[in-house]
């Protein structure tokens, strides 16, 4: 789960920086602006938390088991993208989710 969280946490704070950049561009103001962007820092530090917690996993737990709960982190994002993105969650996503929760339920099993 924590592993999860901190993919999830990369990737909100990744938006956020990208949110704050001008348009996309092989620039050097573009990559300065990107590496002194503290959104940016803490999705780099995020990653590579989650990185090293999988290292351990990985390490620790059958493959098997561990690669599909990665998954709960679609589960995370979404609840990001509904609360900190004010993104719209339909039925039908809602559905999806049940599905990867089920899923993971009985992999866990």
């Not at 956020?16 to 990107?34: C, D, E, H, N, Y």
């Not at 709960?69 to 679609?74: A, K, L, N, T």
């Not at 993104?87 to 039908?92: G, I, K, P, S």
């Amino acid at each position: 789960m924590l592993q999860s969280a901190l993919l999830c946490g990369g990737q909100v704070f990744l938006k956020f920086a990208m949110m704050r950049m001008p348009q996309f561009a092989w620039t050097k103001t573009f990559w300065i602006s990107l590496l002194t962007n503290w959104q940016f820092a803490l999705c780099g530090l995020c990653f590579a938390a989650a990185s090293l917690l999988w290292m351990y996993i990985v390490k620790v737990f059958p493959f098997s088991k561990a690669y599909p709960m990665v998954s709960i982190s679609y589960v995370f994002g979404m609840i990001a993208a509904m609360v900190f993105f004010h993104e719209q969650v339909n039925a039908l996503k809602w559905i999806g989710v049940a599905c990867i929760i089920t899923g993971c339920f009985l992999i866990a099993k």
